[in-house]
């Protein structure tokens, strides 16, 4: 086999089996750093010894077992150490390598790794941004580069990110385990809200390389699947990867020639119709599973908007009962926005422009240019040329998104030159 | 590994005495409940901070004032040190102990202690 064929493979095996691998790794060692560095080492001996001896039978068992070997050498390097070093010392987290494992039952017996993974990257105890990087660094395999390069921070600071949160979990020891039932929707809750986050930032966000953060969408969705594969019982899962299926589903009719289109002017021939059955598929399921949640509404409502064959046909009346009760559930300042924008759709613009600015007056919105931007949008489509114009502006002020601040001054060109 | 649970609590006096005879019944609730679980430790409140002192060495002199910043609102007004297993363990705790021995609201703060080896 030609070393070019054994690249494509390890990059393969990577791709597809290092967050399951490194989760057994983390278990087994009870250290992110020294079972990445041990995965690491795994994958150049493969990258060295595949040409010859050709891809073995189960290669993700065989990385983890040159993995654990790796482990155990370096388990006993460090006991050395320390026993040299043993007078008045601090204590250092001690790690044990068992080295009388079988690696191949290891990984069929213990699905559960991933789930303890995810549940340790999203522990309530770190914060959201150190989550969402430890979530992307090991179950997701990103570089560290790759998830700065995402998120538009410098790698220095997203490095430090990871350092720290590693080193808390370690030294205020929070467990590598799946929780006990009573504190699991509020723990799920976490985990759900890291995975949509990864998928809006990638979706909401064009500006920068849009390679690199469309490939966040994707990763976000790999998540989704994974959390639907090993808890499948969990309406919420399945809701939450519906409605990120139905909103993927619109990528490509989003933005044209590097501008934003809105989803009434979207040419629907551009939407992937796989992702929308399936998206379809995945809410009905969701649904008669139940309870209801959050995620299933917001499903609901994506798929108000992807079944219509134009957007005339849109049943905004549907949508604004879906974010009446999705109010009910999270009363946000964004999701009663949106719930005034639906019935000024279905109702009429005046009852919606109504209920906006008294919505305005009530919570803080005035610095959120989707609020300007949805009372700009009502006053175009009543003919309130001057009215809108001033909202628009009011808009722009406060969106630092290149391709939604010249969508908002196409609008606004519009609203001005019409106006005189 | 052992947890000290901080105490930071607004020290308003709103409360009446019958409130604040409340809450100490509370906190003894949790005292016997966690020695009998075996992993109390400590537990003491502190005296409020019109009685505090600041020490501070500046240049090789002791600076010496009254009180700590009065900006901060809530101030530490006592602590428990517990033996958890790991911090889901000392959340949980942290979740039973009140937070308003000083009249107003407060929050706990969880801290791993760093464990230092006798020399052998």
Redesign the interface.
């Known amino acids: 086999m030609s070393a070019i064929d054994t690249k494509g493979a390890v990059e393969s095996v990577f791709r597809e089996q290092s967050g399951r691998i490194i989760a057994t790794l983390i278990r087994i060692s009870g250290s992110f750093d020294w079972a990445e560095e041990a995965m690491q080492e795994a994958f150049a001996s493969a990258l060295a010894s595949w040409p010859q001896t050709g891809i073995p039978r189960n290669p993700a068992a065989w990385i983890t077992t040159v993995a654990h070997r790796k482990l155990i050498d370096r388990g006993r390097r460090e006991q050395t150490v320390q026993q040299k070093e043993d007078s008045l010392r601090y204590e250092t987290p001690s790690i044990h390598v068992p080295d009388d494992l079988d690696i191949e039952q290891q990984i069929m017996h213990f699905p559960d790794d991933r789930l303890r993974l995810i549940f340790t990257c999203c522990h309530p105890a770190l914060n959201q941004g150190a989550q969402v990087a430890l979530t992307l660094r090991t179950l997701c395999g990103l570089s560290t580069p790759e998830i700065a390069k995402a998120f538009l921070l410098p790698e220095a600071t997203l490095a430090q990110r990871l350092v720290r949160a590693k080193r808390k979990i370690q030294e205020a020891r929070i467990r590598y385990e799946v929780p006990p039932s009573d504190k699991l929707p509020e723990r799920l809750g976490s985990v759900q809200a890291v995975v949509y986050l990864v998928f809006n930032e990638g979706y909401a966000a064009t500006a920068g390389d849009q390679l690199v953060r469309r490939e966040l969408c994707a990763e976000a969705i790999r998540l989704g699947r994974l959390l639907c594969e090993l808890m499948p019982d969990e309406s919420e899962n399945i809701g939450l990867l519906s409605l990120m299926l139905l909103q993927d589903s619109r990528r490509e009719a989003r933005v044209r020639d590097s501008k934003l289109v809105t989803l009434e002017e979207q040419d629907r021939s551009l939407w992937d119709y796989v992702e929308i059955e399936e998206g379809l598929e995945l809410l009905e399921r969701a649904l008669r599973l139940g309870p209801v949640g959050p995620y299933q509404l917001q499903a609901a409502i994506a798929a108000e908007h992807a079944q219509g064959r134009s957007s005339a046909d849109t049943d905004w009346q549907e949508i604004a009962v879906l974010y009446e009760r999705l109010r009910a559930m999270n009363p946000s300042p964004v999701v009663a926005l949106n719930h005034c924008v639906a019935v000024a759709m279905s109702v009429g613009f005046s009852e919606g422009l109504r209920r906006i600015d008294a919505l305005g007056e009530s919570v803080e919105l005035q610095h959120y240019y989707l609020y300007h931007a949805a009372r700009a949008d009502i006053l175009r489509r009543m003919n309130h040329r001057h009215e809108a114009a001033q909202a628009y502006r009011r808009a722009l002020e406060y969106t630092t998104n290149r391709v939604e601040q010249e969508f908002l001054q196409r609008r606004l060109r519009e609203m001005v030159s019409s106006e005189c | 590994?052992r947890y000290m649970l901080l105490i930071y609590s607004k020290e308003t006096s709103s409360a009446t005495p019958e409130e604040l005879q409340g809450i100490a019944g509370i906190h003894r609730e949790v005292m016997n409940e966690a020695f009998e679980k075996g992993v109390f430790r400590a537990a003491e409140p502190l005296k409020p901070t019109s009685t505090a002192t600041t020490v501070r060495m500046h240049n090789g002199k002791a600076l010496t004032t009254d009180g700590p910043f009065a900006e901060t609102k809530e101030q530490l007004a006592g602590y428990y040190i517990l033996d958890c297993?790991?911090?889901?363990e000392a959340?949980d705790w942290a979740k039973k102990i009140p937070t308003a021995c000083c009249g107003g609201e407060g929050c706990i703060e969880?801290r791993?202690i760093?464990?230092?080896?006798q020399?052998?």
Not at chain 2, 85 to 88: A, F, N, R, Y
Not at chain 2, 114 to 117: L, S
């Open positions: 590994m297993q790991d911090l889901d959340i969880v791993p760093h464990e230092i080896q020399p052998s």
